[in-house]
């Protein structure tokens, strides 16, 4: 069970990545070591839930890259914290900020895209939405399943304001929803 969790969480960060075809401005040309933002994340696989939360923070940065840490705390287990480095020299690869393992094979396919308004937090975001279907294998674990992703212009460090995803791991089903709960600066 511990590693199917892992498989989930690490999983949920595929989404953080969601990539768009069209050109776009690096979401992390302007982030400050100390910037951060956070997420809460209620997890079910079969029917075992799993509450945490998800916190992603600018812990080094120069002209060339930003180095994010993510720390992961999921049903009273903290995830060790996993460390992904933004190029700002190339153009954005959202896909850097998964930092799926090695030996991870994940493929992410795009499905519909579109515009709404979402209220998380009290606060309404014009967001972009993107749904996305994803198959593969991390530690022996086989992975499928369907994402949708909401993303704001407004919210820093990548921009996701909302993630639901449900899917298939080891055979057995489970469905993720992350929401931001705050974000700011140290």
Request: charged fraction near 30%; hydrophobic fraction near 35%; proline fraction near 4%.
């Amino acid at each position: 069970m511990k590693r199917l969790l892992s498989a989930c969480v690490v999983l949920a960060l595929v989404p953080l990545a969601w990539a768009e075809e069209k050109k776009q401005e690096n979401p992390y040309k302007n982030a400050k070591v100390g910037d951060w933002i956070e997420y809460k994340t209620n997890t079910t696989i079969g029917t075992f839930q799993v509450p945490g939360t998800v916190r992603v923070t600018v812990s080094a940065r120069d002209e060339k890259e930003v180095t994010l840490k993510t720390t992961v705390k999921a049903g009273g287990m903290e995830v060790p914290a996993q460390d992904s480095k933004i190029d700002l020299t190339k153009p954005y690869d959202p896909l850097a900020t998964a930092n799926l393992p090695r030996g991870a094979d994940v493929k992410v396919e795009k499905g519909g895209d579109g515009k709404e308004k979402l209220r998380v937090g009290g606060k309404d975001y014009d967001c972009e939405w993107q749904k996305l279907k994803f198959t593969g294998k991390q530690e022996n674990i086989e992975l499928s399943g369907d994402v949708k992703v909401w993303t704001s212009s407004t919210v820093p460090l990548g921009g996701m304001v909302k993630m639901e995803m449900a899917g298939k791991a080891a055979g057995m089903d489970f469905k993720m929803i992350m929401e931001m709960t705050g974000s700011g600066s140290k």
